[in-house]
């Protein structure tokens, strides 16, 4: 991911998983990625998608996940990409479940957005009726 990036814009996001227990997983697991104004994950926090580890891994072994994903409309200023591993709890993980997220920096520029402006109006300048009809063209 860019550090800098346009809100509207999509986007493709990789990172790394290391199995830092004794064992290996016994299943797969998914990723999830967020987009946050801050670096600590928390229910505000937009999702941007999923990416899915199909495969058990190894103890010491290391996975990639990627994901393309479409920053949303409106967003402007310092905002933070958040990966959760596993965030559907389905490794077992009961010493450490405090190393499932990392966070990384990105300045988002709001995107240009259109702006129609009606610059002329044209009418009747006298309409005499019961009822009147009017036409009326911009």
Known sequence: VPGNAISGTTYSANWRIANQGAAATLTGWQDYLYVSSDNVLSGNDVFLGA??????????????GSLQFTLPEGLN?????????????RVLEPINESNNTVSSLINI????YADLAVTR??????????PATVLVSW
């Open 51 to 64: 990416f899915s580890h199909v495969n058990p891994l190894d103890s010491n072994g290391v996975a990639n």
């Open 77 to 89: 200023g310092t905002y933070y990409l958040i990966v959760l591993a596993d965030a559907l709890n």
């Open 109 to 112: 520029t709001l995107a240009p």
């Open 121 to 130: 109006v044209t009418a009747p300048s006298q309409n005499i009726g019961d």
